[in-house]
C-alpha cells in the first residue's frame, strides 16, 4: 500500500461520510455543513493528483461562495429546524429499489470496462501559465464562452434596471 | 548558511540529524513536517499576544491615555493576565443551542486564520509550503472563517446574533472582490502566483508600482477582518456584538484570537506582496531576512492600529456603498490600467523591476488616483448640491407701511 492510496482511501472516506451525512442529516443546516465537508474532501483529492489551482478554486468557490449561498437559503427556509419522519414506506421502498438500481447499473460499468492502466503524466510546471493561455487562445474553445458571460451580464443588469421600481 | 544568517533552517537541519538517528527516512519527513506546522501555529499563536499589546497601547495613546500599565513593566505581560482571565470565566451555553455547530464554530474561526501562515514567507526559504498557488490558496481559505461565522449566528439560538451573523458575512463577501481584483494586479506583474516568486520580483517595492492596488488591499483587508472603522458589525455597542453574544469566556477569546491572527496573517500578506517581504538591506553585515520581514508586518499592522484609534465607525451603507460604487470600478480599471501601463513600459524598451520602468507605472496609477478620486469629489457636490432646499425662504421686510396696517391688529387683540 503506497503513501498515495493510503491517502485516497483516507479523503475518499472523509468525502463519502461527508455526502452521506448531507443527504441523511434531519437539520438542514446540518447538512449544508455535511455538503462543506464534501467539497473540502473534493479539494483534497483534486491536491492528491497535483491540480493544486483547482483544489484552490474549489474551496475558494464551492466552500467560499456557493456554501455560503446555500447556507443562506437555508437559513431564510422555515421550519428548518425540525425531524422530518421518513412519509411513509411506499415511497421508502420505491426510493430503495431506484438506488439499488443504479448501484448496480454503476458497479457493472466499472467492473466490466477495460480501464486503460497508464501512469499518469508529469505535471507541467508552469501549468498555470498554460491554463491562462488556453482560457484566452483565440483557436481554442473557452472565449467563446466567456463572451457568452459577458451577454449574460448585460441581460442582468438589463433585467435589473426594468425590475426597479421607480419612485 | 550559518546560525545567524538562516537560524531556522540551521535548527531544522540540526534537529533532522537527530532524528535520523533513530527514526527512518520516512518518520524523520513526517516529524520534521509536523514540527514545521507546530512552530508556525505557535508564532501566530504568540504573535496574537503581541498583536494586542501593540492595539491596546497604540489606541490609548492615539487617545492620550497610557494603556494598560500594571501586569509587569509597559504591561507587557497583560495579554498572560487576559488569557488566564478568559481562562477562568464561566463557560455558559445557553438553552436550545445547537451543541456541535456552537462548539465548533470558534474553533474552525480560529483555526482558518491560523492556516493561512502556511504559505507566508518569512525568508527566502522560510515557508511553510512554497506552492505554485500561494497567494490563491491564501484568499480561499478566508472564505473558511464566513462559514464559522455563519455557524456561530446560526446555532446561537439568539436573533441578534443571526442579524449579525447575517450582516458581517454580507460584508465580508462583498470586500472580497476589490481584495482578490487588486491582488490580481500584483499577480499579474509579477507573473506567478508564488510567494517566493512575487518577493523576488520586487527589487523596487510594488507599493511604489502599484500604489492603488495596495491601497486597496489594504482597506478591504481591513473590512475582511472586521476591524474599525469597518466594524460596525460586531462592535459591542451595536447589534450588541453581533454573531458572537452568546460566547463566553475562551470560546469568545477563541474569537478573538483568530481576529487579531487574522489581521497579524494581512498584514504579512501585504508586506509580503507590496513591501518587497523579506528584503532589505544587511545589517553589520549580516542578511536577517525574516527580522526585515517582521518589521514590514509590524509596521503594516500599525497602520491599521493608527487607522482604528483615528477614523469613526462607517454606517453600514456607506460601507456598502464604497465597496461597491467605487472599490469595484476602481479595481477593474485600476487592473486594465495596469496591465496596459505595464506593456506599454516594456514596448518601450524599460525592463521590469528597474526604476524607469516603476516611475511609468506610478505615473499611471497616481493619474488614475487623482481621476477617481475627481470623480468622487464631482458626485459628492453634486449629491450636496441635490441636498440644499431650493429657493431661499421668504424673508419678511419690516417698513413703516407694513407695521401701521398690522399695528392696530396687534394693538387691539387684548
Known amino acids: 500500500m503506497t503513501t498515495l492510496q493510503v491517502m485516497f482511501i483516507l479523503l475518499g472516506s472523509i468525502t463519502l461520510a461527508g455526502g452521506l451525512y448531507t443527504v441523511t442529516a434531519r437539520n438542514l443546516f446540518h447538512g449544508a455543513l455535511g455538503l462543506i465537508v464534501a467539497l473540502a474532501g473534493v479539494a483534497a ?32 427556509t422555515r421550519g428548518v429546524m425540525g425531524a422530518y419522519p421518513v412519509k411513509d414506506l411506499w415511497s421508502l421502498a420505491v426510493s430503495s429499489i431506484g438506488t439499488v438500481l443504479l448501484l448496480a447499473v454503476l458497479l457493472v460499468t466499472l467492473f466490466r470496462f ?54 | 548558511m550559518n546560525v545567524v544568517n538562516d537560524p531556522f533552517t540551521w535548527a531544522g537541519n540540526v534537529i533532522a540529524q537527530w532524528l535520523g538517528g533513530f527514526l527512518p527516512p520516512v518518520g524523520v519527513d513526517v516529524t520534521m513536517m509536523v514540527l514545521r506546522a507546530g512552530v508556525l501555529g505557535v508564532f501566530a499563536l504568540v504573535m496574537f499576544m503581541v498583536m494586542t499589546w501593540i492595539e491596546r497601547k497604540g489606541v490609548a495613546r492615539i487617545q492620550d491615555r497610557i494603556g494598560p ?53 518569512f525568508g527566502p526559504g522560510l515557508i511553510g509550503a512554497d506552492m505554485n498557488i500561494g497567494i490563491f490558496y491564501i484568499l480561499a481559505v478566508g472564505g473558511l472563517g464566513i462559514i464559522a461565522i455563519l455557524m456561530a449566528g446560526w446555532s446561537s439560538n439568539n436573533k441578534y446574533a443571526l442579524l449579525g451573523a447575517f450582516r458581517v458575512v454580507a460584508q465580508l463577501v462583498s470586500y472580497e472582490i476589490p481584495h482578490v481584483l487588486s491582488i490580481v494586479a500584483v499577480v499579474m506583474l509579477a507573473g506567478s502566483m508564488s510567494m517566493i516568486t512575487i518577493v523576488e520580483k520586487q527589487p523596487v517595492w510594488f507599493l511604489f508600482v502599484l500604489p492603488v492596488s495596495a491601497l486597496i488591499v489594504l482597506f478591504s483587508g481591513m473590512a475582511e477582518i472586521g476591524r474599525s472603522p469597518f466594524d460596525l458589525l460586531d462592535a459591542e455597542s451595536e447589534i450588541i456584538a453581533g454573531h458572537h453574544i452568546e460566547y463566553s469566556g475562551m470560546k469568545f477569546a477563541l474569537f478573538f484570537l483568530g481576529e487579531y491572527v487574522h489581521a497579524f496573517a494581512v498584514s504579512c500578506i501585504v508586506a509580503a ?64 490600467v495596469v496591465a496596459v501601463a505595464d506593456r506599454l513600459a516594456q514596448a518601450g524598451g524599460l525592463a521590469a523591476g528597474t526604476w524607469p520602468w516603476a516611475l511609468v507605472m506610478l505615473v499611471f496609477n497616481l ?22 432646499p431650493r429657493e431661499m425662504p421668504e424673508v419678511e421686510t419690516h417698513d413703516e407701511a407694513h407695521d401701521a396696517e398690522h ?3 396687534a394693538a387691539g387683540a387684548h
Open chain 2, 367 to 388: 493619474a488614475m488616483l487623482v481621476v477617481a478620486l475627481a470623480l468622487v469629489g464631482w458626485a459628492g457636490q453634486r449629491a450636496r448640491r441635490a441636498a440644499e
Open chain 1, 45 to 76: 483529492l483534486y491536491a492528491l493528483l497535483e491540480a493544486s489551482f483547482l483544489a484552490a478554486a474549489q474551496v475558494a468557490i464551492y466552500i467560499g461562495a456557493i456554501a455560503i449561498m446555500i447556507i443562506f437559503a437555508v437559513m431564510l
Open chain 2, 69 to 121: 500599565n500594571r501586569a509587569g513593566p509597559f504591561g507587557l505581560l497583560q495579554p498572560i493576565a487576559d488569557g488566564v482571565k478568559a481562562l477562568t470565566k464561566e463557560d455558559i451555553t445557553p438553552d436550545h443551542v445547537d451543541r456541535v455547530v456552537f462548539n465548533a464554530a470558534p474553533i474552525l474561526s480560529s483555526v482558518a486564520a491560523m492556516i493561512v501562515f502556511a504559505a507566508i514567507p
Open chain 2, 273 to 336: 506582496l507590496f513591501l518587497g517581504g523579506w528584503r532589505g538591506p544587511n545589517i553589520f553585515g549580516l542578511t536577517v531576512p525574516y527580522l526585515w520581514f517582521f518589521i514590514k508586518a509590524i509596521l503594516v499592522f500599525n497602520v491599521m492600529v493608527w487607522a482604528r484609534g483615528t477614523l469613526p465607525r462607517l454606517r453600514i451603507d456607506h460601507l456598502m456603498a464604497f465597496n461597491w460604487k467605487f472599490l469595484v470600478p476602481l479595481s477593474l480599471v485600476n487592473l486594465i
Open chain 1, 114 to 167: 477495460n480501464w486503460p492502466q497508464t501512469t499518469p503524466a508529469a505535471v507541467p510546471a508552469d501549468s498555470i501559465a498554460q491554463l491562462g493561455k488556453a482560457l484566452v487562445d483565440p483557436n481554442l474553445y473557452v472565449l467563446p464562452f466567456e463572451v457568452a458571460s459577458v451577454l449574460l451580464v448585460a441581460a442582468l443588469i438589463g433585467s435589473a434596471y426594468i425590475a426597479r421600481d421607480k419612485k
Open chain 2, 407 to 409: 399695528a392696530p391688529i
